[in-house]
Nanobody, 128 residues
Framework: QLQFVESGGGLVQAGGSLRLSCVAS????????LAWFRQAPGKEREGVSC????????NYANFVKGRFTISRDNAKNALYLQMNDLKPEDTAVYYC?????????????????????WGQGRQVTVSS
């Protein structure tokens, strides 16, 4: 069965930290860029960060730059998002996503239409 198993997230006070993990089952992540997206109530799903196949290229949305760090471990078939200095406006459901198969090793795009397989989502709530 093909699936992403997400873990982490939860409730934290403003200024705190959380870590999200996403492990793939049934397929390898080696040939895909990966990303985290988020969706707050009443808002469109938006890109947070992406990482290239070899981990050498990353992109971050301006609203998380300097606070969030994306990483991957291809040996563990896993994707991570370390979130520091969290703000109430970071409250959302966070989704991991697999990018389209590509030969490009060191680039990624934060365009949701470039991603074809999604995790179930994890709630992150930041209180003020």
């Amino acid at each position: 069965q093909l699936q992403f198993v997400e873990s982490g997230g939860g409730l934290v006070q403003a200024g705190g930290s959380l870590r999200l993990s996403c492990v793939a089952s049934g397929f390898t992540l080696d040939y895909h860029p990966l990303a985290w997206f988020r969706q707050a109530p009443g808002k469109e799903r938006e890109g947070v960060s992406c990482i290239s196949r070899n981990g050498g290229g990353t992109n971050y949305a301006n609203f998380v730059k300097g606070r969030f760090t994306i990483s991957r471990d291809n040996a563990k078939n896993a994707l991570y998002l370390q979130m520091n200095d969290l703000k109430p406006e970071d409250t959302a459901v966070y989704y991991c996503a697999r990018g389209l198969l590509t030969s490009v090793q060191d680039e990624c795009e934060l365009n949701r239409y470039e991603y074809d397989f999604w995790g179930q989502g994890r709630q992150v709530t930041v209180s003020s």
